[in-house]
Nanobody, 129 residues
């Protein structure tokens, strides 16, 4: 059973940066796609970024939602079983609860939350304008 624990959320001013971390345990990290989703109050959970399983795609394939492309960067440290989300140029509309998720390897174009099997508890990001 894969367990995911997020950290790094907080309050930041618009234009600022945050780095989220997600530590994984209980599975073979390199076999899993890792992703970040977010959910704002009153809205559905939405995809933000994903990193492909290194064992299948060589670890260099990523996918981003248009709303975060160019501002957010997902990366993974396979030695530490950790995935990161570097968030720059933050906007008020980035305010949400951010979730880390994992699944056995699939094409990264598939971004629906239902395709991810394992979820963390979430970390809150609040951007003040």
């Amino acid at each position: 059973q894969v367990q995911l624990v997020e950290s790094g959320g907080g309050l930041v001013q618009a234009g600022g940066s945050l780095r989220l971390s997600c530590a994984s345990s209980g599975g073979t990290f390199s076999n899993y796609d890792m992703a970040w989703f977010r959910q704002a109050p009153g809205k559905e959970r939405e995809f933000a970024a994903a990193s492909a399983a290194p064992s299948t795609w060589g670890g260099r394939s990523t996918n981003y939602a248009d709303s975060v492309k160019g501002r957010f960067t997902i990366s993974r440290d396979n030695a530490k079983n950790t995935v990161y989300l570097q968030m720059n140029s933050l906007k008020a509309e980035d305010t949400a609860l951010y979730y880390c998720a994992a699944r056995p390897s699939q094409p990264l174009i598939v971004i629906t939350p239902q395709t991810y099997d394992y979820w963390g508890q979430g970390t809150q990001v609040t951007v003040s304008s």
